[in-house]
């Protein structure tokens, strides 16, 4: 049984910092692209990142470019999201996913399974 445990959200103060870890298993963690997904009230879920099998390969949303960074151990079976300058749209739950290598996962496509979310709330 495949699960993917987030942790790492909470409260944070618009500027700050927050560093998220999925934690996978029931799967063989290093053939699966992985992802970063969040849904804020009312609106409709949306791709923030994405990393390769291998971890070389990354892509970001354009509204966290340059802020977010997502990185894998795969020792670890072990997903991460840096995030940094936070604002205060960037509250949502965020969910981590594994895609399989054939998908189109870098277009934020083909996740098969899905974590259970970790709220992130960044205050003004």
């Known amino acids: 049984q495949v699960q993917l445990v987030e942790s790492g959200g909470g409260l944070v103060q618009a500027g700050g910092s927050l560093r998220l870890s999925c934690a996978a298993s029931?799967?063989?963690?290093?053939?699966?692209?992985m992802g970063w997904f969040r849904q804020a009230p009312g609106k409709e879920r949306e791709f923030v990142a994405a990393?390769?099998?291998?971890?070389?390969?990354?892509y970001y949303a354009n509204s966290v470019k340059g802020r977010f960074t997502i990185s894998r151990d795969n020792a670890k079976n072990t997903v991460y999201l840096q995030m940094n300058s936070l604002k205060p749209e960037d509250t949502a739950v965020y969910y981590c996913?594994?895609?399989?290598?054939?998908?189109?996962?870098?277009?934020?496509?083909?996740?098969?399974?899905w974590g259970q979310g970790t709220q992130v709330t960044v205050s003004s």
């Open positions: 996913a594994a895609a399989t290598r054939d998908s189109s996962w870098y277009r934020g496509l083909g996740y098969l399974h």
């Open positions: 029931g799967l063989t963690f290093s053939s699966y692209a």
């Open positions: 990393i390769g099998w291998n971890g070389i390969i990354t």
